[in-house]
């Protein structure tokens, strides 16, 4: 099954829109195993240090921290503003794991969800209806493929 992407740019707030508003459109969430990548983020007021150890636990992790989809949840609402992340979830558990290729992890993993410096989300799925149904959530979208970072620029 071929994974579809697409970028996010809308702002809210004065920054791009929050990953508690990009869960609350993924649907049945618990048939995947999940995992943190990667965690870059700035927190709110009194959830500094929790975030910060969390941060840490991620980053150093060799393969990624697993998570639950309640606790990256609750997580995304300590988080004030969003830098660099990366979340991964697959229905096979042996495919979570850090990847050395963005093309291979868009393509195995059933969703990838990503924050690009602070800017826009790019969300990768093989669930295409979900893609679809983003794409008529937000407003400043570009769709994606996974190998849209090997194209060259015409």
């Not at 636990?57 to 992340?85: H, M, P, R, Y």
């Not at 979830?89 to 794991?97: D, G, L, P, S």
């Amino acid at each position: 099954m071929k994974s579809k992407g697409i970028r996010i740019s809308d702002i809210k707030n004065g920054k791009c829109v929050p990953l508690s508003n990009l869960l609350e459109t993924i649907q049945d969430e618990k048939q995947f195993f999940w995992a943190w990548l990667w965690l870059d983020v700035t927190p709110l007021k009194n959830e500094g240090q929790y975030v910060i150890e969390l941060q840490k636990k991620i980053n150093q992790s060799k393969g990624g921290l697993t998570a639950t989809f309640e606790s990256i949840s609750e997580t995304s609402k300590k988080i004030f503003q969003e830098i660099d992340l990366t979340i991964i979830a697959c229905k096979t558990k042996e495919n979570i794991h850090r990847y050395k290729e963005d093309k291979e992890m868009y393509e195995t993993c059933d969703i990838v969800i990503e924050m690009i410096d602070g800017g826009f989300w790019e969300i990768f799925s093989k669930n295409g209806a979900w893609i679809n149904q983003l794409a008529e959530k937000f407003q400043n979208i570009e769709f994606l493929t996974s190998d849209f970072q090997n194209k060259k620029p015409v």
